[in-house]
């Protein structure tokens, strides 16, 4: 394990969001030496709140690696979901369909417990590190460069994995010639709040409603995390809490057979909504995983468990690649994770477009809309294949191959 004054690293890291915390856990445990450099602080990542849902074969990732105690202490298993919509609300029967279920647990929890697990083993996470750079990624010994304070300093290593997130420096890092971008840009974003009130239902509520999307999800049994459909650019300062538990009320109020409980709310925030690949994830020494190479839209609930698996093909074919010098899984790793990516974002995009209001839409588009989630609803064959994609694709092979 290297601390914080090597000079070389076998894998530098960027970021210590999900992806990047992960990925210095798994080689870790292969004694494959690993540095981490963060921007933010300690305290500013464990406090960010993001993701609550973790696919099956996430949480089981994170037992793995032996961080998910307090996940199976606290975290809450669901076995299916809601869709609300047209006055009425239809479970879809997650584990009856698939056999698994997801897991309930908030990203910021996630990140505390590979924080406390590194540090605990004496891994070296660099917080606050400004003015952070990539250099020589062609070379066979790529920099990675930073600003602690008044000093400058760099490593050394074998690979860099660019784990820093969408607005991140390492995609940049690679040759504007060599990258691919595919996106598409939503006319809307979500207005997320945490409460301070018991979920108004055990399970979660995804609801299509003529005022636009809203979403009823959990942090515990005394902690609400709910969202509403906004306009992209939204000003938050528009919505005093009382304009919110407005529109959740009438967004959300029938499918829990009455009124949400409200109560404080603890935070406040507005995100905006892409569908976003960057092609190839791999340049020279460089590896992209997570937001750095890809976002969805939240809808499916995907974006932290596509980086999970991202990371769990990159700590596989660098173990590989240590234990016998073998290439293979360092050069197949971009098309292995963007075969699966692509089927996440299919199904990321199609759950938004089946329960967001577009303000283009026609009422024969609305009346399709209402149609695809009867049939998703009552057909076996229709709500198997949201409830597949929900729990999660297998993290091997790009899918059912
Ligand atoms: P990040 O978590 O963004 O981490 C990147 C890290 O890099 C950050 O700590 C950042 O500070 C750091 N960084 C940035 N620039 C630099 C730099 N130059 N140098 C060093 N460090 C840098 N996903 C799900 O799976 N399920 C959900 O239910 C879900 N819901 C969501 C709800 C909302 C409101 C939002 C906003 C997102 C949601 N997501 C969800 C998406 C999920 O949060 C992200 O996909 C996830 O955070 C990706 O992890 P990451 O490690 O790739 O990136
Ligand atoms: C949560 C976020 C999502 O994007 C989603 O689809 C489901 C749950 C959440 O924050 O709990």
């Known amino acids: 394990m290297a601390g914080p004054d090597a000079s070389h690293v076998q894998v530098g890291i960027v970021g210590a969001g999900p992806a990047g915390l992960l990925l210095a856990r798994l080689p870790d445990l292969a004694g ?13 990542i464990e406090g960010r709140i993001r993701a609550g849902v973790l696919e099956h074969e996430t949480a089981q990732v994170l037992r793995d690696v032996g961080v998910g105690a307090r996940m199976d202490r606290e975290g809450l298993v669901h076995h299916g979901l809601h869709l609300a919509f047209d006055g009425e609300s239809r479970r879809i029967d997650l584990h009856a369909l698939t056999g698994k279920g997801v ?19 004496g891994g070296a ?6 003015d952070v750079a990539i250099a020589d990624i062609e070379s066979a010994r790529p920099t990675l460069s930073w600003r602690e304070g008044e000093a400058r300093r760099s490593v050394t290593c074998d690979f860099v994995a660019g784990c820093d997130g969408f607005h991140g420096i390492s995609r940049g890092s690679i040759p504007a010639e060599v990258l ?17 009130t018991p979920p108004a239902s055990e399970e979660l509520i995804y609801a299509r409603h003529e005022d636009g999307f809203a979403l009823l999800s959990m942090r515990s049994p005394e902690i609400s995390r709910l969202y509403l459909q906004c306009a992209p650019d939204e000003d938050i300062g528009r919505w005093p809490d009382a304009r919110i538990w407005e ?32 092609e190839p994830m791999r340049h020279g020494r460089l590896f992209l995983a997570g937001d750095a190479a890809h976002i969805v839209p939240p809808t499916g609930a995907k974006g932290m468990n596509l980086a ?36 996440v974002q299919r199904f990321s995009w199609w ?43 297998p993290l091997d092979a790009g899918g059912h191959k």
């Open 247 to 278: 529109a959740l009320q009438a967004r959300l109020g029938a499918a829990v057979g009455g009124k949400l409980s409200e109560g404080e709310i603890l935070q406040k925030g507005v995100t905006a909504m892409r569908s976003f690949v960057a």
């Open 351 to 393: 759950m938004t477009q089946m329960l967001h209001r577009f303000e283009e839409d026609t009422p024969f588009d609305r009346r399709r809309q209402l149609a695809e989630l009867d049939y998703v609803t009552t057909s076996p064959a229709a709500a198997t294949t949201l409830a597949e994609n929900y729990v999660g694709l």
């Open 32 to 44: 494959i030496s690993c540095l981490v450099i963060e921007a933010r602080s300690r305290a500013h």
């Open 125 to 130: 996470i660099v917080f606050e590190a400004t």
């Open 308 to 343: 999970v698996g991202d990371v769990r093909v990159l700590a596989r074919a660098l173990e590989r690649f240590y234990a016998s010098g073998d290439e293979s899984g360092l050069v197949g790793y971009s098309k292995t994770c963007l075969a699966r990516i692509w089927r």
């Open 103 to 121: 897991m309930v647990y908030g990203q910021h929890e996630v990140v505390k417990d590979l924080v406390a697990a590194r540090i605990e083993t």
């Open 180 to 196: 691919r971008v595919f996106e598409r840009v939503y006319p809307f974003g979500w207005l997320g709040i945490l409460a301070r």
